[in-house]
């Protein structure tokens, strides 16, 4: 756990120090290279399914087979695999893991207000800092090549990534630490900058992510039972019930409570468990689905 005072603290001009020699050693053209080794691919992935539901392995592979970006998504421990073996900055963070472009998106906020955000973590561990870029550049490239555009627009992708989040952390280490902790894309300031066809895009998008939320789709994959309660209908591998899940959820839901605010915490106690099953997400991963009385 780290407490103020846990670990010596460092100023901006020292980190810009610290940044500049490490280039002496590894300059920036190095993080361009990579070399092609004799990898067994198909035993990394292997490797990457175990201790996951046995059933829901075909289906997992089936969606990786689909295109070379559902395959690129679903195969993040053989790129990671692939980055362990290139030369590395040393410069470590705590990385996403994950974070090519269909991770990224509009999503409600608990107040129901658009944010865009990262939303996968499952990977996520302490990794150089390139390797998130490194895969948001690669996905950028990949997304632009099966939608059909030239290689020189995939290309100028891969560029516009890599500038936009260089431009982005130049922007965020001009801040103080409060301002970046909650820093947030604004999406009522976004559209003056994006033009016609960006502003519709955006709102489309914005319209997307509310039709997304929780109490919309929740509605899709369940019924009102006897009880006058929702209930998740089965319809496997999608959605089916779950013996474990009762106890995963509520189990989470302790733990989750620890770490929220007062205000939260009371909101959290009107409501009561009713029903749960496992729902298997478009990557062919699972996890848990709820439904609650209050």
């Not at 920036?28 to 691919?41: I, N, P, V």
């Not at 970006?69 to 993040?76: P, V």
């Amino acid at each position: 756990m780290v407490t103020p005072g846990s670990r010596p603290f460092v100023s901006a001009a020292e980190a810009k120090q610290a940044g500049a020699a490490v280039r002496e050693t590894f300059p920036r053209s190095a993080l361009g290279t990579y070399h092609h080794s004799d990898r067994d691919a198909t035993a990394l992935i292997e490797a990457q399914n175990t201790g996951r539901i046995p059933e829901l392995v075909p289906l997992r592979m089936k969606r990786m087979r689909a295109d070379p970006l559902s395959f690129f998504r679903g195969s993040a421990a053989l790129m990671a695999s692939d980055l362990g073996r290139e030369p590395s900055s040393g410069i470590e963070v705590i990385s996403c893991g994950d974070a090519h472009v269909g991770n990224f998106g509009f999503f409600l906020s608990p107040v129901s207000a658009p944010v865009f955000d990262l939303n996968d973590f499952d990977e996520s561990w302490i990794a150089p800092w390139e390797w998130d870029v490194k895969r948001l550049v690669t996905s950028a490239i990949i997304g632009a090549r099966q939608a059909g555009f030239p290689e020189s627009t995939a290309r100028d992708a891969g560029f516009e990534a890599a500038a936009v989040y260089r431009v982005a952390l130049a922007e965020a280490m001009d801040l103080g630490v409060v301002d970046r902790y909650y820093g947030r894309v604004d999406t009522d300031a976004v559209p003056g900058g994006m033009g016609a066809e960006g502003q519709r895009i955006l709102e489309k998008t914005i319209r997307q992510a509310h039709r997304r939320a929780a109490s919309h789709s929740i509605t899709k994959q369940t019924t009102v039972g006897p009880d006058g309660l929702r209930h998740f209908v089965d319809n496997p591998p999608e959605i089916s019930h779950d013996d474990a899940g009762d106890s995963l959820v509520v189990k989470l839901i302790t733990e989750y409570r620890k770490t929220v605010g007062p205000e939260v915490a009371v909101l959290l106690d009107q409501f009561e468990l009713n029903d749960t099953a496992r729902r298997v997400r478009a990557s062919g991963a699972s996890g848990c689905a709820a439904t609650w009385r209050c």
